[in-house]
């Protein structure tokens, strides 16, 4: 079995700063893709950013230029700075994480979700 467990959420006021990390443990041979997701009430889950195993990253238009993911392999970690916060960054942000349990099986693992509020 595999947990993700987020941290970093809060509330900050509009132009501010965030970093949220998303820890992964278990039965992990290793880890393909890490990624950030959000949803925002009455919203679908979107995806925010994601970071192959090489480093390889993807952002969503929204956010691009004020996030930057960035993982850690050795701690099975990644990372999610987030600068000149919106009130539309509102939202519970998820992580995601595929990972090889055993070589050729892979399984998609979720965080519980941490809560980020961007006043105005």
């Known amino acids: 079995q595999v947990q993700l467990v987020e941290s970093g959420g809060g509330l900050v006021q509009a132009g501010g700063s965030l970093r949220l990390s998303c820890a992964a443990s278990g039965s992990i041979f290793n880890i393909r893709t890490m990624g950030w997701f959000r949803q925002a009430p009455g919203k679908q889950r979107e995806l925010v950013a994601r970071i192959l195993s090489g480093s390889t990253t993807n952002y969503a238009d929204s956010v691009k230029g004020r996030f930057t993911i960035s993982r850690d392999n050795a701690k099975n970690t990644a990372y999610l700075q987030m600068n000149s916060l919106k009130p539309e960054d509102t939202a519970v942000y998820y992580c995601?994480?595929?990972?090889?349990?055993?070589?050729?099986?892979?399984?998609?693992?979720w965080g519980q979700g941490t809560q980020v509020t961007v006043s105005s």
């Open positions: 995601n994480a595929q990972v090889v349990v055993v070589a050729g099986v892979v399984y998609d693992y």
